[in-house]
Nanobody
Framework: QVQLVESGGGLVQTGGSLRLSCAAS????????MGWYRQAPGKQRELVAT???????NYADSLKGRFTISRDNAKNTVYLQMNSLKPEDTAVYYC???????????????WGKGTLVTVSS
């Protein structure tokens, strides 16, 4: 089938930067919107950013200016560049993608398993 795998998480100092990647693999027919979400302990999962197939972006208001989402359609990969990180950014970061598998060519929403980002103070 298809899957999404995040990478790039880890420990970073306050004010530092980190780039997350999420690669889709498998028998993929097409990918529409891709996005990043995050979930801190005891909190609801929240939107970070989304990006359409042609590059239109949407950000959480509080993150706009610090985080940048991008994608490489040839690699079926979405990225999240995180700058000026704060301890409040500590969370598990999940990517998702609206994908159609080759067999059915019908779209569904897929989620990765997440990657932990810890920002130390």
């Amino acid at each position: 089938q298809v899957q999404l795998v995040e990478s790039g998480g880890g420990l970073v100092q306050t004010g530092g930067s980190l780039r997350l990647s999420c690669a889709a693999s498998g028998s993929i027919f097409s990918i529409n919107t891709m996005g990043w979400y995050r979930q801190a302990p005891g909190k609801q999962r929240e939107l970070v950013a989304t990006i359409t197939r042609i590059g239109s972006t949407n950000y959480a208001d509080s993150l706009k200016g610090r985080f940048t989402i991008s994608r490489d359609n040839a690699k079926n990969t979405v990225y999240l560049q995180m700058n000026s990180l704060k301890p409040e950014d500590t969370a598990v970061y999940y990517c998702n993608a609206e994908m159609a598998v080759a067999r059915t060519r019908t779209y569904d929403l897929y989620w990765g398993k997440g990657t932990l980002v810890t920002v130390s103070s």
